[in-house]
C-alpha cells in the first residue's frame, strides 16, 4: 500500500494514489465461533480472509508493484518481492537442460506462438486473476515428482515466499498440506532463466495455485515486460477459495 503512496508521489497524483486508497468491505460479525471475514482491494492489492473459529482462509490474494524499488532516501526505502522472484529463478535454474526445456511453455514472454487467449493487456500472462473463479486451468511444465530433494527444497521456498502473510500456525498447517501433494505438483515458466532475464512462473496442485509475473509498464514507460513490475496471486483450486468449502463444512 505505501508502494501505492510512491507511485503517487513519482506522477504528483497523491490524491488518488496513496497508501489509503483502498477499499474495506467486513462480511458477517467478528466472533471467535461464528464464520466471517473481510476483504481488502484496490491498486495491486486484493486480500480476501475467512475465519470461522481457529481456522483461517486468506484466498484469493493479488498483490503487485510498479515500480518494485521504494527510493525515497529514507527509512521506508525497500525493494519488494525479490525473495519470490529469487527463489523462483534459482528452482529453474537448478533443473537440467532437458527438464527447463519442458518446463517453459513459451521461449518468449510474448511470444508469436501463444494464442490470443493466452494474454490479455490486464492481466498479461496470469491465468488466474480477476474474474476467474474456479478456472479450469491445464496443467503445464513439468511435474515436481521428477525433481530430487534440492530442488522440492527450493519449490518449497518458493512456495513459503508466497504465504508470508498468514500467521504462523495457519502458514505452517498450510506449506505441510501443499508438500503432501508434491507428486501431483507441477512448474511451468515462460521467458528465460538467465540472471537478468524476464520471466513468468506458475505452480499449480489439488491444493495450490500459485502465478508470478514480470510486466509491461502500464505507469512507468517500459513496452517490455521489466523486473520492477510485478504481479502475483495466490489461489486454493477445487473451491476453497473465498473459505467456500470450509463454510460449507461448517453449514453442515
Same mark, same amino acid.
Given at each position: 500500500? /505505501?508502494?501505492?503512496?510512491?507511485?503517487?508521489?513519482?506522477?504528483?497524483?497523491?490524491?488518488?494514489?496513496?497508501?489509503? @486508497?483502498?477499499?474495506?468491505?467486513?462480511?458477517?460479525?467478528?466472533?471467535?465461533?461464528?464464520?466471517?471475514?473481510?476483504?481488502?482491494?484496490?491498486?495491486?492489492?486484493?486480500?480476501?480472509?475467512?475465519?470461522?473459529?481457529?481456522?483461517?482462509?486468506?484466498?484469493?490474494?493479488?498483490?503487485?508493484?510498479?515500480?518494485?524499488?521504494?527510493?525515497?532516501? $529514507?527509512?521506508? /526505502?525497500?525493494?519488494?518481492?525479490?525473495?519470490?522472484?529469487?527463489?523462483?529463478?534459482?528452482?529453474?535454474?537448478?533443473? @537440467?537442460?532437458?527438464?527447463?526445456?519442458?518446463?517453459?511453455?513459451?521461449?518468449?514472454?510474448? $511470444?508469436?506462438?501463444?494464442?490470443?487467449?493466452?494474454?490479455?493487456?490486464? /492481466?498479461?500472462?496470469?491465468?488466474?486473476?480477476?474474474?476467474?473463479?474456479?478456472?479450469?486451468?491445464?496443467?503445464? #511444465?513439468?511435474?515436481?515428482?521428477?525433481? +530430487?530433494?534440492?530442488?522440492?527444497?527450493?519449490?518449497?521456498?518458493?512456495?513459503?515466499?508466497?504465504?508470508?502473510?498468514?500467521?504462523? #500456525?495457519?502458514?505452517?498447517?498450510?506449506?505441510?498440506?501443499?508438500?503432501?501433494?508434491?507428486? @501431483?505438483?507441477?512448474?511451468?515458466?515462460?521467458?528465460?532463466?538467465?540472471?537478468? +532475464?524476464?520471466?513468468?512462473?506458475?505452480?499449480? @496442485?489439488?491444493?495450490?495455485?500459485?502465478?508470478? +509475473?514480470?510486466?509491461? #509498464?502500464?505507469?512507468?514507460?517500459?513496452?517490455?515486460?521489466?523486473?520492477?513490475?510485478?504481479?502475483?496471486?495466490?489461489?486454493?483450486?477445487?473451491?476453497?477459495?473465498?473459505?467456500?468449502?470450509?463454510?460449507?463444512?461448517?453449514?453442515?
Amino acid at each position: 500500500m /505505501d508502494a501505492n503512496q510512491f507511485l503517487g508521489e513519482l506522477y504528483d497524483l497523491t490524491n488518488i494514489m496513496n497508501r489509503w @486508497s483502498f477499499h474495506f468491505m467486513l462480511f458477517g460479525e467478528p466472533s471467535a465461533t461464528q464464520p466471517w471475514g473481510w476483504n481488502i482491494y484496490g491498486h495491486h492489492v486484493a486480500f480476501c480472509c475467512f475465519i470461522t473459529g481457529r481456522q483461517l482462509v486468506i484466498a484469493p490474494t493479488f498483490m503487485g508493484v510498479e515500480p518494485n524499488v521504494i527510493a525515497r532516501g $529514507d527509512e521506508s /526505502d525497500c525493494v519488494l518481492f525479490t525473495e519470490e522472484e529469487q527463489s523462483g529463478l534459482a528452482l529453474m535454474q537448478s533443473l @537440467s537442460p532437458e527438464q527447463q526445456a519442458r518446463a517453459t511453455v513459451y521461449q518468449q514472454m510474448e $511470444d508469436p506462438l501463444m494464442p490470443p487467449e493466452r494474454f490479455n493487456f490486464a /492481466d498479461q500472462r496470469h491465468l488466474a486473476g480477476a474474474f476467474q473463479d474456479n478456472r479450469v486451468i491445464p496443467l503445464e #511444465g513439468i511435474c515436481a515428482a521428477e525433481f +530430487d530433494a534440492p530442488q522440492r527444497a527450493r519449490l518449497m521456498q518458493t512456495i513459503a515466499a508466497f504465504l508470508d502473510f498468514l500467521p504462523d #500456525g495457519p502458514r505452517q498447517a498450510r506449506l505441510k498440506q501443499i508438500e503432501q501433494h508434491l507428486e @501431483s505438483t507441477w512448474w511451468s515458466w515462460i521467458g528465460g532463466c538467465g540472471k537478468d +532475464d524476464v520471466f513468468y512462473y506458475r505452480i499449480q @496442485s489439488p491444493v495450490v495455485l500459485l502465478e508470478f +509475473d514480470h510486466h509491461s #509498464g502500464m505507469w512507468l514507460t517500459n513496452e517490455e515486460p521489466a523486473r520492477f513490475h510485478i504481479h502475483t496471486i495466490t489461489r486454493i483450486p477445487n473451491g476453497n477459495d473465498y473459505g467456500k468449502a470450509l463454510l460449507m463444512q461448517y453449514q453442515k
